[in-house]
T-cell receptor, first 120, second 111 residues
Framework: EPEVTQTPSHQVTQMGQEVILRCVPISNHLYFYWYRQILGQKVEFLVS????????KSEIFDDQFSVERPDGSNFTLKIRSTKLEDSAMYFC??????????????????FGEGSRLTVL | KNEVEQSPQNLTAQEGEFITINCSYS?????LHWLQQHPGGGIVSLFM???GKKKHGRLIATINIQEKHSSLHITASHPRDSAVYICAVTNYGGSQGNLIFGKGTKLSVKP
């Protein structure tokens, strides 16, 4: 069964360092998402990406964050200068179609296993 | 005020029991999702609902749009059902994955 894969599974970094988290979505999916879950808290939406550009972003997704799809398969989340409060689990997800009525819409989101980021 | 509220926060059941987890939301939605988060942290989509009821194996999900309420039921619960169950909604008009999440219900099923 196709799956979304994320790397690394765990990354430890020093405050102020740049971090890139990688996601390989399911190959025929068109919409991509990043979420964050701080330990013990609820999952939070960060950003959605379609047609090589950001389509929606939350207040959390400030100038320290960026996303790109550099090569048609990987979908990356970059944190430019990490802070202690960036320590969290980061999840990637993908869907083929994002809204009812669009071809291929099933309603199911496919999540990766997550990347745990620890900022020291 | 949280836009998505789940109850209970924690639930312990004996194997074989019928389980209900509730979700209420305060915003207009186009879809509601039930997700399962494994002890290791990974998230799996269980259901997406925009109306009515869906069933998959021992899992049943219902939604009442007028009352802004959804329930997830597990029949004949099993220890492997132990996980965190998360309700999440898509704002009306938003992209499917632009979700507002509840805090989750931690379910523990004892043998």
């Amino acid at each position: 069964e196709p799956e979304v894969t994320q790397t690394p599974s765990h990354q430890v970094t020093q405050m102020g360092q740049e971090v890139i988290l990688r996601c390989v979505p399911i190959s025929n999916h068109l919409y991509f998402y990043w979420y964050r879950q701080i330990l013990g808290q609820k999952v939070e939406f960060l950003v959605s990406f379609y047609n090589n550009e950001i389509s929606e972003k939350s207040e959390i997704f400030d100038d320290q964050f960026s996303v790109e799809r550099p090569d048609g398969s990987n979908f990356t989340l970059k944190i430019r200068s990490t802070k202690l409060e960036d320590s969290a689990m980061y999840f990637c997800a993908s869907v083929h179609a994002a809204q009812q009525g669009l071809p291929g819409y099933t309603g199911e989101l496919f999540f990766g296993e997550g990347s745990r980021l620890t900022v020291l | 005020k949280n836009e998505v509220e789940q109850s209970p926060q924690n639930l312990t059941a004996q194997e074989g029991e019928f389980i209900t987890i509730n979700c209420s939301y305060s915003v207009g939605i186009s879809a509601l999702h039930w997700l399962q988060q494994h002890p290791g942290g990974g998230i799996v989509s269980l259901f997406m609902l925009s109306s009515g009821k869906k069933k998959h194996g021992r899992l049943i999900a219902t939604i009442n749009i007028q009352e802004k309420h959804s329930s997830l039921h597990i029949t004949a619960s099993h220890p492997r059902d132990s996980a965190v169950y998360i309700c999440a909604v898509t704002n009306y008009g938003g992209s499917q994955g632009n979700l507002i999440f509840g805090k989750g219900t931690k379910l523990s099923v004892k043998p």
